[in-house]
Every structure is written in C-alpha cells, then in structure tokens.
C-alpha cells in the first residue's frame, strides 16, 4: 500500500475584504504515507491559511491518531494482541489460532507458559516508510473459568491436593 487519501474539514484562518481575521470552511485531501504511526506530525506544504497581504498559504500540520483497536494494540510499527490461556494450556501446551493484520495463524504454546510471556512473530506489524514491516507480539495471559462444573471443581481440588507448587516460594 501507498498510504491512504483523506478529506479534511476544516476552518482555515482568512482576511474579508475589510481586513479583519475570518475563518472560512475548506475541504483539504491529504495522502496519509505508508507507515505512519500514532503521534506522528505530517506536514503538508502550502495547505494552511492564506499568507498575510496577498502572501502564500502557509503549511498545515496534522497529528497522526490511529484509532483504537478492539484486539491490536501498535506500539510504533509493532503489534502487540492480549492472547488468552486456559490453566490447562499453559500447563500442558497447545496449539492455538491467533488473529494478525494479515490471517490467522497457529501458534505453539510450550507446556509451562507464564502469564505476560510474548510471542513474536517477524514481520507481522505494521509497514515501515522505508519498507518491511514491524514486529506481532502475542502476549500470553492465563485466565481461570469463571464458573466451575461440579466435575471441573473436583479436578481443581484434587491438583491442589497433590500438587507441591507453590508460586509465592519467593515470598520466603
């Protein structure tokens, strides 16, 4: 992609024929380059308000927003997805489906997975000006059942019974 194109509604700063300071309504078209990022300022040459007496138009400068996405989060050109665990999985190991910008993919969990582990897949971000793509980090969070079953809470009870691990050791 080449970036986007985007009309803009704005109020520019202009002179009446009496002199005094107005505002006046003006649609812009501005190209959104490839690989912007959040926070980024663009300037456009020559799109600002009128120059005084007669002068050329200034330059108009934006502040690049990217909009919130419900699952992605950039940070610069990466990519950053919460990836929710059952216990299980991040005990035992799975293979799981992962939404990127691009397609799913299949992710391999190692049995033993901890909670705020990243996963990075290569060039899975967003595009860079010069070329190539950021970086698609998975970060692994573990999330317990909300509810239990009868069965499921008997099976808990019983690993805590018998199990010896204990993730405060460090406490002393």
Do not use: C
């Amino acid at each position: 992609s080449q970036g986007i194109e985007r009309n803009l509604q704005l109020e520019m700063p202009a002179a009446s024929p009496q002199g005094y300071a107005v505002r006046t309504p003006k649609t812009i078209k501005v190209r959104i380059p490839k690989g912007a990022v959040d926070g980024q300022k663009l300037r456009v040459p020559g799109k600002g308000g009128q120059g005084a007496y007669g002068g050329p138009a200034g330059d108009l400068y934006l502040s690049i927003v990217i909009e919130p996405h419900p699952l992605f989060k950039p940070s610069g050109h990466d990519i950053y997805l919460e990836v929710p665990l059952s216990p299980w999985e991040a005990a035992l190991g799975a293979s799981i489906e992962v939404p990127t910008l691009t397609g799913r993919v299949r992710l391999k969990i190692q049995p033993g997975a901890r909670a705020g582990q990243k996963m990075r897949l290569a060039g899975k971000g967003l595009p860079k000006p010069g070329g190539g793509h950021g970086d698609f980090y998975a970060v692994l969070q573990i999330v317990a059942p909300p509810t239990l079953s009868d069965e499921e809470r008997k099976l808990f009870q019983e690993l805590s019974n018998i199990s010896s691990f204990n993730p405060r050791r460090h406490f002393g």
